[in-house]
């Protein structure tokens, strides 16, 4: 049962909860709801053709490819399936999970099919490059990323090539996954009952508002799930056909169960429903009935929202904290803190992590105030909810945290002794902890995400019992929010003469690349600037650098002469 304690208008505002390598925030600053910038201008029909009379089985196989998106966007598979048999078609389950590809799919006929002129089975093999693959509730999971080959066996029905035998679920190239899948940020309350969390998913564009109320009722991505708490106590459905849309109201027909949450149950979940719905606007006008009952308005005066504080951006610059909000730099403390290899920074002090791995804490004043994790080495830290400080232990790997003094140690389940965990980062709202990791080359290398549980005084407690591969990208050394699920982040620069890779990702969910200053760089983080919410990066010569407006806009100098950065 929801507790009592989630007064309807008590609800606190989720705090922001940052991370830096060399960036740090403060906690004050205008209140903004950050909506996914690429929330589907993209979307384009596409209406394909069904099979042709007497066409090869490669032609075949390549039909059903290119009848598959359309499937998932507008005619629920209905061409897709003229391309299978009888039976194929009606044992084929295309939600059951979808693979992501790159390039073109490579389609040849396997060798011993190659001339066959009889009606005999005929063997099509398929060779993609798999990026990722999408499960049946729409959670998005990296695959290390290399070609598979699939098979497709053929045989004839009613003198025309159809495929009999083929793999569960669809595949869909990267370039049609977001004109045909929907993001979808489902809201969860997380366990402290005081924020909102995005629980990512890509839906099927045909119907994915029936799809999203469904999974959000169903509970948390299993990534997430111990760092949420279900709203869902008395195991409330959505009714056949339970979601239709008039001019702008968005109607949605519960199961009888709601009745029988409380008020203040129903208060969270009407407005899990408003913000999902309505890509995190508290405006979106939703009508939501139980068996004649009407709760439309069970939300008003609940202060939970996905909205975000957008924090000042820190530099440390010539032994001064300098502060980037305003137009013109402003120095807030002075230090004698002349080099770092990481530093985070907010209003309620911060931390600097030197180059032997000695995490030293800072106060709001700037005076270095003792050594933090007992004097262990640190790989990386980061800022967390309010004045949290996180940490990568060097040597044992385990995630350690700060907050003020009181300090715990977390273990990433799920990773062997050939994997070290490198850099992390916290998303706003604290609850979702992204992590690189390398290996000694005979284990899975890239980024993962992770729930962080949080008891009712906001403390963490734990982390979530899995986690979930977002990238396969290896090196990753520096990441940061952007908002609350544009997730950035680069490999090291300049490591053993690789060129720099840098990435972007609606999280979890397909990567794209996202672009530096040709100086590349070596600390990146997110904050206010000149009163605007910017991407920020270090280069190795000193200088800090804005992208403006978008993430694909161009760079402007905001600072020089810094030594480090701190970010969110």
């Known amino acids: 049962m929801v507790a009592m304690a989630l007064a309807l208008a008590g609800c606190m505002l989720p705090m922001l909860a940052g991370c830096s390598n060399v960036l740090g925030l403060p906690e004050s600053g205008a209140v903004q709801i950050m909506q996914p910038a690429e929330q589907s201008t ?70 011993s099919s190659v001339g066959s002129t009889t009606n005999d089975k005929i063997t099509v093999s398929v060779r993609l490059q798999v990026q990722g693959e999408l499960d049946s509730h729409g959670v998005y999971t990296a695959l290390s990323e ?25 595949m ?6 977001e004109q045909v899948y929907r993001q979808v940020s489902l809201y969860r309350l997380g366990t402290s009952r005081k924020e909102l969390i ?23 991505a299993e990534w997430l799930r111990d760092a949420v708490y279900d709203t869902n106590t008395e195991q409330v459905a959505l009714r056949p056909n339970g979601v239709t849309v008039h001019d702008s109201t968005i109607e949605i027909r519960l199961s009888s169960a709601m009745h029988r949450m409380t008020d203040a149950e129903r208060a969270v979940l009407v407005r899990q429903l408003r913000l999902s719905l ?34 000042p951006m820190y530099t440390l610059s010539a032994g001064n904290i300098v502060s980037l909000e305003s137009s013109n730099a402003v120095r807030v403390a002075q230090t004698k803190i002349d080099d770092a290899e990481g530093f985070v920074f907010s209003s309620k002090g911060g931390a600097v992590l030197g180059h032997d791995g000695c995490v030293k804490r800072i106060g709001t004043d700037g005076t270095l105030q003792g050594t933090m994790f007992s004097g262990h080495a640190m790989r990386a830290i980061c800022k967390g909810r309010g004045g949290e400080i ?28 050939g994997q070290h965990v490198r850099a992390i980062g916290v998303s706003p709202e604290g609850d979702r902890l992204a992590f690189s990791v390398d290996s000694d080359g005979h284990a899975q290398s890239g980024m993962g995400i992770i729930g962080i549980r949080r008891g009712s005084n906001g403390e963490a407690e734990s982390l979530a019992s899995s986690f979930l591969w977002i990238s396969g990208q290896f090196g990753v050394t520096m990441m940061t929010f952007y908002n609350d699920v544009t997730f950035v982040y680069a490999t090291q620069y300049g490591q053993n003469g690789r060129a720099q890779i840098a990435r972007r990702q609606l999280v979890p969910g397909p990567e794209a690349s996202q672009g530096l200053p040709d100086g590349g760089a070596v600390a990146m983080a997110t904050g206010e600037v000149n009163m605007y919410r910017r991407l920020t990066v270090l280069d190795h010569l000193g200088v800090a650098r804005t992208v403006d407006g978008s993430l694909e806009g161009s760079w402007s100098i905001a600072d020089s002469q810094v030594t480090a950065l701190s970010a969110q």
Do not use: H
């Open 42 to 111: 993209r979307r384009i029909f596409t209406n394909p053709a069904g099979p042709t009379k007497d066409a090869r089985p490669e032609t075949i196989v390549k039909g059903f490819f290119d009848a598959m998106p359309a499937g998932v966007q507008s005619d629920g598979f209905e061409t897709a399936r003229r391309f299978l048999t009888g039976s194929a078609s009606k044992w084929w389950n295309a939600d059951a999970k979808t693979l992501v590809y790159s390039n073109v799919p490579q389609i040849v006929r396997k060798a």
């Open 146 to 170: 290399g070609p598979e080959t699939y098979d497709f066996i053929l045989s004839k029905e009613q003198g025309q090539w159809r495929i009999g035998t083929l793999p569960s679920g669809v």
């Open 172 to 177: 869909v190239s990267a370039d049609d996954f």
């Open 198 to 220: 995005p629980d990512v998913r890509w839906l099927c564009w045909r119907d994915w508002r029936s799809r999203a109320v469904k999974e959000l009722l169903a509970g948390g």
């Open 278 to 311: 309505g890509d995190g606007n508290t405006e979106t006008d939703i009508e939501v009935r139980s068996d004649g009952q009407e709760y439309s308005q069970a939300d008003d005066g609940l202060s939970l929202s996905a909205s975000t504080t957008t924090e």
């Open 390 to 417: 996180w940490a990568v232990d060097g040597s044992t790997g385990k995630v350690l945290v700060d907050d003020g003094g009181k300090e715990r140690a977390f273990t990433i389940p799920g990773l062997d002794d």
